[in-house]
């Protein structure tokens, strides 16, 4: 852990040397706050980066000794920060409002992803939501400094940010039966996938509100129309030789008693609905991805495999996409 630690600190420091040199800073007693999001994980020796340029987080710093996020009170509340692609440093991040550190008091960053405009609410009820066309949703990611950070203040203005990602990942593999064979149609094209609550249920739904000093979610309805459709801009073709892969982000589910039927995974084949029904006690939890293996024979989808694996980060790759 020590040499995690050094490492991680020594990245920091060699990465921020020009935004933090005192020359630039308002007066030798202030230094600017410097965020970094590039972290070493269990998953890699190298350093991995969460993001990519162009994406903007909102801050949220508070008291370290007397954090009252909860209660609305912070020292800077949502700051937007933009990625910029530096060709020396990798992604380094601009802040709308410089935030400058004055004294010794430590502080805790706290970070939320997308940024959102106008935010009026604390850092505890931030607004998510799943949209009806998949490709919509966002990636709502949350966290603060990472395992083992210094105090942030004057002395070391340097926030190393361990971002997590409060949705949960469905991917969905499909492919024909091989012991099929058509006699009717020469191929199936798939047009759609949707999921969502069987019909008048209430297991999923599509809005809540992000703490982010925890990434607790805060649900607000249920509603039985709480789905989200992934459509296909060309139809891709079935075929048994290898399988076709797609994702959709959704909220995670809380109910504790999900029932067979209660969510459904619904599949556009040549203009036709053919509906699985997920088993159950299904629970998709936060930060995870979840593997979903289909064949298809022409009339029903059967499940052939399945897997949960954590939702690994780092150079914007998810871990079941080849």
């Given amino acids: 852990m020590n040499k995690l630690i050094f490492l991680i600190f020594l990245f920091c420091f060699t990465n921020c040397s020009d935004e933090n040199n005192p020359s630039l800073s308002r007066d030798s007693h202030q230094k600017k706050l410097c965020i970094i999001t590039k972290i070493l994980t269990i998953k890699s020796s190298t350093f991995m980066e969460q993001f990519s340029a162009g994406s903007a987080l909102g801050l949220y710093i508070t008291s370290e000794k007397a954090d009252r996020l909860p209660n609305g009170i912070c020292k800077f509340k949502n700051v937007k920060i933009v990625a910029l692609n530096s060709k020396k440093n990798g992604i380094i991040w601009k802040q709308s409002s410089s935030i400058y550190l004055k004294d010794n008091e430590p502080l805790r ?91 008048g249920g209430s297991i999923l739904c599509n809005k809540g509100t992000l703490d982010i000093t925890s990434g607790q979610i805060n649900y607000g309805s249920h509603p039985s129309t709480a789905s989200t459709r992934l459509n296909m801009d060309t139809s891709v073709t079935l075929n048994c030789d290898s399988y076709k892969t797609f994702k959709i982000m959704v909220m995670p589910t809380i109910h504790p008693t999900v029932k067979e039927g209660d969510i459904e995974v619904i599949f556009i084949i040549n203009g036709k609905s053919y509906k699985y029904r997920l088993p159950k006690q299904t629970q998709w939890d936060k930060g995870y991805q979840y593997l979903y293996s289909f064949r298809f024979d022409g009339k029903n989808i059967k499940l052939e495999k399945y897997n949960r694996k954590s939702w690994i980060s780092g150079n914007n790759r998810d871990f079941f996409l080849p």
């Fill in 109 to 199: 960053v706290y970070a939320y992803h997308p940024y959102q405009e106008n935010l009026s609410c604390p850092a505890t009820h931030i607004p998510i939501q799943v949209s009806p066309i998949a490709i919509l949703t966002h990636d709502y990611m949350y966290g603060t400094h990472t395992k083992g950070h210094k105090a942030v203040n004057v002395h070391c203005p340097y926030a190393l940010l361990s971002m997590k990602h409060a949705l949960s990942l469905l991917f969905f593999q499909i492919r024909m039966d091989k012991n099929y064979k058509s006699e009717i149609l020469d191929s199936y094209q798939l047009s759609a996938i949707q999921v969502g609550n069987k019909a």
